[in-house]
């Protein structure tokens, strides 16, 4: 059992928290004028998903959760899991689908992912911050109405729906904001 100070925390940290595998999120560290030092900490629960904010005393020592984050290349989906392999070793691992439930729309297979490993089983997906889908349909925009900044929607590879600006055709390949799922940019 490794520990690790409060104070050496930083975003993408996995330590054990509440006897579960926690991501650090955010960390902010506060120094009040009066009184001791501390960490607000925003932790996602590796397994579940659920988000908690939780405020650490500075220097306080929690402990680190064994989990490696592996580079792994999204295969397809059976019965409920996606399954991954990691391209070097051949090694097949799955994941439950519901633990990737706000990103499974976006999820491309053949793409490679990092997904946290916690003794040999797969238990999350690290989302990553943007993904770039190719447009498969695309409804005709109304001519003219530019003024407002008028969008239309559009299917990707996928099969996820999002709205888009008029200029966006069949074909063209969209960076999306994993997070909100919303159109960023065209490539």
Known sequence: MTTI??????????????????????????????????????LRNIKTGNVIDFTFKSGEKIEEAPVEVKELEYLYRNNGELVFINPKTYEQLTLPEDSVKDFLPLLKEGETYQVYVMDGQAVAL?????????????????????VTGATKEVEVETGYKLQVPLFIKEGDIISINVETGQYVERV
Do not use: Q
């Open 5 to 42: 100070s409060t104070n050496d925390l930083k975003k993408g940290s996995c330590i054990i928290f509440r006897d579960a595998p926690h991501v650090v999120v955010d960390k902010t560290f506060v120094s009040p004028g009066k009184g001791s030092a501390f960490s607000r900490v925003k």
């Open 126 to 146: 690290r989302p990553p911050l943007k993904v770039r889908l190719k447009v498969v349909r695309s409804e005709a925009g109304a001519k003219g109405n530019t």
